[in-house]
């Protein structure tokens, strides 16, 4: 890895992190495709720059974040079901985050979905989180664990089936993917150094501005998705997603193996 694909690669987090697309399987397809060496560091990075994109929601809804206690609580409660399947299944994780043709895969099944959330819960009014579906939206979030299926669009989509308004619905998955990604960020460090590894110069300064570079480009996202999808629904991230999964396995199969090194 060099600067500008550091560079690169957090702008796309900033991107599609509140994105229903899968931040992490577009950086997994564009490091493939760089031909960065998916050792450990670029695990840690990937996961890491997110805590920066994810930082940019507490800046943002600064007043609403830090609105009371009961607020915290729900937000644990969310976060449990990722917290007990993450520490499970995190060697089966990684395996899965070295494998393009999951992303693929997952991002064409997630774009057949996506067409049809907006009728599924074109009923859902209700803004109020209580404690029971909070802990629903959880374990929606606990699916997106698979690279490609987006852990915005699986809490967001997990909101509305509780009867959430879309924007409801988008601004708890945003402030889930607080703690969520501060977790995984303190998880991945320290697996990184329990192993022994220890981070070089250029390793810190890639980790600095990818953070830097997430957290600026995805203040600028959040506010255009919110807008984008209280009008408009899901369906062009749906046709998206298919598009690009159809050609990533197209790519893979017929013309060259997105062989992650």
């Known amino acids: 890895m060099n600067t500008l694909q550091a560079i690169i690669l957090a702008i796309i987090e900033g991107i599609t992190e509140f994105l229903p697309v899968s931040s992490t ?60 399947l993450g520490l499970l299944f995190s060697k089966k994780i990684d395996a899965l ?67 959430l308004t879309r924007t409801s619905a988008a601004e708890f998955s945003f402030f889930l993917a607080v703690p969520t990604m501060l977790g995984a960020t303190v998880k991945k460090c320290y697996d990184f150094y329990k192993d022994g590894l220890v981070l070089t110069h250029d390793q810190i300064n890639y980790l600095i501005i990818g953070n830097i570079v997430a957290f600026i480009v995805a203040l600028l996202a959040i506010k255009t998705f919110i807008g984008f999808l209280s009008r408009r629904g899901f369906k062009l991230f749906g046709y998206y997603r298919i598009i690009a999964g159809i050609i990533l396995l197209v790519i893979h199969f017929f013309i060259h193996p997105l062989t992650i090194i």
Not at 30 to 42: L, M, N, R
């Open 25 to 84: 399987g577009h950086m997994i397809i564009a490091s493939s495709f760089f031909g960065i060496e998916h050792d450990e560091f670029t695990k840690l990075f990937t996961i890491v720059i997110q805590l920066g994109a994810i930082l940019s929601v507490v800046v943002l809804y600064f007043k609403r974040f830090f609105q009371s206690f009961d607020f915290y609580f729900k937000l644990f409660v969310a976060f449990i079901p990722a917290v007990v």
């Open 97 to 163: 985050l070295e494998n393009p043709v999951t992303v693929a895969v997952s991002l064409l099944i997630g774009g057949i979905l996506l067409l049809k959330v907006d009728d599924w819960f074109n009923n859902s009014q209700e803004t109020e989180i209580t404690y029971l579906k909070a802990l629903k939206i959880g374990l929606f979030q606990c699916i997106a664990m698979i690279p490609g299926v987006s852990r915005s669009g699986a809490t967001i989509v997990g909101g509305m089936s509780q009867k």
